[in-house]
């Protein structure tokens, strides 16, 4: 089993930045398809991002295209999440996820194992 913590998460104005990490232990990172996903008030966890076991390939929602960039660091077991320009519809818990099979990359979730506890973020307007 893999446990994931995710941090980085705060208050932030529209149009900031915020970096999201997510550490990885307990299995080696290198073997799962890393996610994130956001769960607004109301509304239904979604998947956000994904990358590769090699951070060759990614996946990206429509929605933060061109704003938000996946990428992991296999060697120090870690994930990250570059957010730019940020909207006060990113607000949300935004969690990480490991993906035993590679599906996220095809944005499908049946193949997450385990999730870390969420970290907040909130962009003022």
């Known amino acids: 089993q893999v446990q994931l913590v995710e941090s980085g998460g705060g208050l932030v104005q529209a149009g900031g930045s915020l970096t999201l990490s997510c550490a990885v232990s307990g299995r080696t990172l290198s073997t799962y398809t890393m996610g994130w996903f956001r769960q607004a008030p109301g509304k239904e966890r979604a998947l956000v991002s994904a990358?590769?076991?090699?951070?060759?390939?990614?996946y990206y929602a429509d929605s933060v295209k061109g704003r938000f960039t996946i990428s992991r660091d296999n060697a120090e077991n870690k994930v990250y999440l570059q957010m730019n320009s940020l909207r006060p519809e990113d607000t949300a818990v935004y969690y990480c996820?490991?993906?035993?099979?590679?599906?996220?990359?095809?944005?499908?979730?049946?193949?997450?194992?385990?999730w870390g506890q969420g970290t907040q973020v909130t962009v003022s307007s």
């Open positions: 990358i590769s076991w090699s951070g060759g390939n990614t």
């Open positions: 996820a490991a993906d035993g099979l590679g599906l996220l990359l095809v944005g499908d979730t049946d193949g997450v194992k385990s």
